[in-house]
Protein backbone atom coordinates (compact mmCIF):
# COMPACT_ATOMS: atom_id res chain seq x y z
CA UNK A 1 0.00 0.00 0.00
CA UNK A 2 1.16 3.49 -1.00
CA UNK A 3 1.08 6.07 1.62
CA UNK A 4 1.85 10.27 0.87
CA UNK A 5 2.92 12.23 4.24
CA UNK A 6 3.81 15.71 3.27
CA UNK A 7 5.62 17.73 6.12
CA UNK A 8 6.82 20.99 6.71
CA UNK A 9 3.65 23.42 6.54
CA UNK A 10 3.00 26.76 8.87
CA UNK A 11 1.75 30.19 9.47
CA UNK A 12 4.18 32.76 7.44
CA UNK A 13 4.01 36.47 6.04
CA UNK A 14 4.46 37.77 2.90
CA UNK A 15 7.50 37.38 1.10
CA UNK A 16 8.69 34.33 3.88
CA UNK A 17 9.95 31.11 2.63
CA UNK A 18 9.12 27.27 3.86
CA UNK A 19 10.27 24.00 2.54
CA UNK A 20 7.83 20.95 2.68
CA UNK A 21 8.80 17.34 1.46
CA UNK A 22 6.76 14.06 0.63
CA UNK A 23 7.64 10.87 1.83
CA UNK A 24 6.46 8.18 -0.31
CA UNK A 25 5.86 4.89 1.57
CA UNK A 26 5.70 1.64 0.29
CA UNK A 27 6.71 2.81 -3.28
CA UNK A 28 6.73 0.72 -6.40
CA UNK A 29 9.46 0.74 -9.13
CA UNK A 30 6.99 2.28 -11.01
CA UNK A 31 6.00 4.94 -8.96
CA UNK A 32 8.86 7.65 -10.98
CA UNK A 33 7.16 11.24 -10.21
CA UNK A 34 5.39 13.41 -7.84
CA UNK A 35 3.88 16.84 -7.68
CA UNK A 36 2.62 19.69 -5.80
CA UNK A 37 -1.02 20.72 -5.73
CA UNK A 38 -1.92 23.19 -3.89
CA UNK A 39 -5.96 23.46 -3.18
CA UNK A 40 -7.54 27.13 -2.31
CA UNK A 41 -11.12 26.71 -0.46
CA UNK A 42 -13.80 26.49 -3.29
CA UNK A 43 -11.58 25.81 -5.85
CA UNK A 44 -9.96 23.06 -7.50
CA UNK A 45 -6.86 21.82 -6.65
CA UNK A 46 -3.82 23.52 -9.15
CA UNK A 47 -0.25 21.86 -10.31
CA UNK A 48 2.63 24.30 -9.19
CA UNK A 49 5.75 21.83 -9.16
CA UNK A 50 6.75 18.05 -10.42
CA UNK A 51 9.22 16.15 -10.58
CA UNK A 52 11.10 12.63 -11.16
CA UNK A 53 12.66 11.62 -7.53
CA UNK A 54 15.60 11.18 -9.28
CA UNK A 55 15.68 14.93 -9.81
CA UNK A 56 16.39 14.53 -13.71
CA UNK A 57 13.15 15.82 -14.55
CA UNK A 58 11.22 18.70 -12.99
CA UNK A 59 8.51 21.42 -14.32
CA UNK A 60 7.01 24.31 -13.04
CA UNK A 61 4.11 26.22 -13.37
CA UNK A 62 4.43 29.98 -14.49
CA UNK A 63 3.08 31.99 -11.76
CA UNK A 64 5.61 29.95 -9.67
CA UNK A 65 8.71 29.52 -11.66
CA UNK A 66 11.85 31.33 -10.80
CA UNK A 67 10.40 31.10 -6.36
CA UNK A 68 9.35 27.98 -6.45
CA UNK A 69 12.10 24.54 -6.60
CA UNK A 70 11.69 20.75 -6.12
CA UNK A 71 13.66 18.00 -6.04
CA UNK A 72 13.78 14.56 -5.53
CA UNK A 73 15.46 11.78 -3.66
CA UNK A 74 15.37 8.64 -5.22
CA UNK A 75 17.16 6.82 -2.18
CA UNK A 76 14.89 8.34 0.60
CA UNK A 77 11.73 8.26 -1.83
CA UNK A 78 10.91 12.07 -0.85
CA UNK A 79 9.83 14.97 -2.68
CA UNK A 80 11.11 18.40 -1.93
CA UNK A 81 9.36 21.82 -2.90
CA UNK A 82 11.24 25.03 -1.60
CA UNK A 83 8.78 27.94 -2.02
CA UNK A 84 10.51 31.44 -1.83
CA UNK A 85 8.71 34.67 -1.71
CA UNK A 86 5.24 33.26 -0.94
CA UNK A 87 2.11 35.40 -1.46
CA UNK A 88 -0.93 35.86 0.55
CA UNK A 89 -3.28 34.57 -2.38
CA UNK A 90 -0.98 31.21 -1.91
CA UNK A 91 -2.43 30.06 1.53
CA UNK A 92 -3.73 26.75 0.51
CA UNK A 93 -3.73 23.14 1.76
CA UNK A 94 -0.63 21.44 -0.33
CA UNK A 95 -1.05 18.15 -1.76
CA UNK A 96 1.78 16.14 -2.63
CA UNK A 97 0.67 13.26 -5.20
CA UNK A 98 2.42 10.45 -6.82
CA UNK A 99 2.10 9.14 -10.34
CA UNK A 100 2.89 4.89 -10.69
CA UNK A 101 3.02 4.49 -14.58
CA UNK A 102 6.94 4.15 -14.70
CA UNK A 103 7.07 7.42 -16.55
CA UNK A 104 9.53 10.02 -16.70
CA UNK A 105 7.41 12.87 -17.27
CA UNK A 106 6.04 15.22 -15.22
CA UNK A 107 1.85 15.48 -15.99
CA UNK A 108 -0.12 18.57 -14.50
CA UNK A 109 -3.47 17.42 -14.17
CA UNK A 110 -4.21 16.06 -11.19
CA UNK A 111 -6.56 13.14 -12.36
CA UNK A 112 -3.12 11.42 -13.93
CA UNK A 113 -2.18 10.31 -10.38
CA UNK A 114 -2.35 7.48 -8.85
CA UNK A 115 -2.07 8.09 -4.84
CA UNK A 116 -2.31 11.51 -2.19
CA UNK A 117 -1.46 12.72 0.52
CA UNK A 118 -3.38 14.05 3.56
CA UNK A 119 -2.41 17.54 2.46
CA UNK A 120 -0.51 20.39 4.53
CA UNK A 121 -1.80 23.71 5.48
CA UNK A 122 0.37 26.58 4.14
CA UNK A 123 -1.12 30.01 5.49
CA UNK A 124 0.78 33.41 4.53
CA UNK A 125 -0.65 36.48 5.87
CA UNK A 126 -0.79 39.92 4.35
Known amino acids: QVQLVESGGGLLQDGDSLSLSCAVL????????ASWFPQVPGKAREFVAG????????HYASSVRGRFTISGDDAKSTVYLQANNLKHEETAVYYC???????????????????WGQGTQVTVSS
Open 97 to 115: ADRSQNLQTVNTQEDRYDY
Open 51 to 58: ASYNGGVT
Open 26 to 33: GRTFTSTT
